[in-house]
């Protein structure tokens, strides 16, 4: 079946500018994250949905980081006034179920370049 | 102190070699994954772990709960195994991954 799909898979940006990144989970996947990867660096956690609880939104690194989901669709990050140290690969996972009990699926990310 | 450690770096083996890669943690998990990210980025979940040992072909991941430790063992290592390997673990009861900072592995034919 469809695995978790991300766009646009590259984004270039100039700072200040705000931008949206896109995610869309595999289907009947309650549970989605958002993690991103900046150059040579760990994956960090940013947000996380499950169902129709309040997402947790302690990765998130500044007030300028936000994102939404739709039931137990599509979700859209969205990054406003871009800074050059936004520049990261912004991956999209999802899971069957919540609590650490479920293998996660990751998307193939979308690198963006804030300049 | 980062929470999650893993060991070696960087690691650079002849084909056929058995391999190991090493992950600690210092904080209460609910489980515990292996991944592997491909020099294009993309990341596949090998293994995900509570107790005991896990194989898939020549893969095997093993954890020890009490000393907080897993294991990534490569049995007849292949030039195509080269890639990063990533420990997480959900802390607690929580959803989100938390990260190691990734083992490079490169087999050489």
């Not at chain 1, 200040?16 to 960090?44: F, M, N």
């Not at chain 1, 997402?55 to 969205?78: H, I, M, Q, Y």
Request: aromatic share 8%; glycine share 10%; charged share 20%.
């Amino acid at each position: 079946g469809a695995g978790v799909s991300q766009s646009p898979s590259n984004k270039v940006t100039e700072k200040g500018k705000d931008v949206e990144l896109r995610c869309d989970p595999i289907s009947g996947h309650t549970a989605l994250y958002w993690y991103r990867q900046r150059l040579g660096q760990g994956l960090e956690f940013l947000i996380y949905f499950q169902g129709n609880s309040a997402p947790d939104k302690s990765g998130l690194p500044s007030d300028r980081f936000s994102a939404e989901r739709t039931g137990e669709s599509v979700s859209t990050l969205t990054i406003q006034r871009t800074q050059q140290e936004d520049s990261a690969v912004y991956l999209c996972a999802s899971s069957l179920g919540f609590l650490g009990l479920y293998e996660q699926y990751f998307g193939p990310g979308t690198r963006l370049t804030v300049t | 102190k980062n929470e999650v450690e893993q060991s070696p770096q960087n690691l650079t083996a002849q084909e056929g070699e058995f391999i190991t890669i090493n992950c600690s943690y210092s904080v209460g998990i609910s489980a515990l994954h292996w991944l592997q990210q491909h020099p294009g980025g993309g990341i596949v979940s090998l293994f995900m772990l509570s107790s005991g040992k896990k194989k898939h072909g020549r893969l095997i991941a093993t954890i020890n709960i009490q000393e907080k430790h897993s294991s990534l063992h490569i049995t007849a290592s292949h030039p195509r195994d080269s890639a990063v390997y990533i420990c997480a673990v959900n802390r607690g009861s929580q959803g989100n991954l938390i990260f190691g900072k990734g083992t490079k592995l490169s087999v050489k034919p």
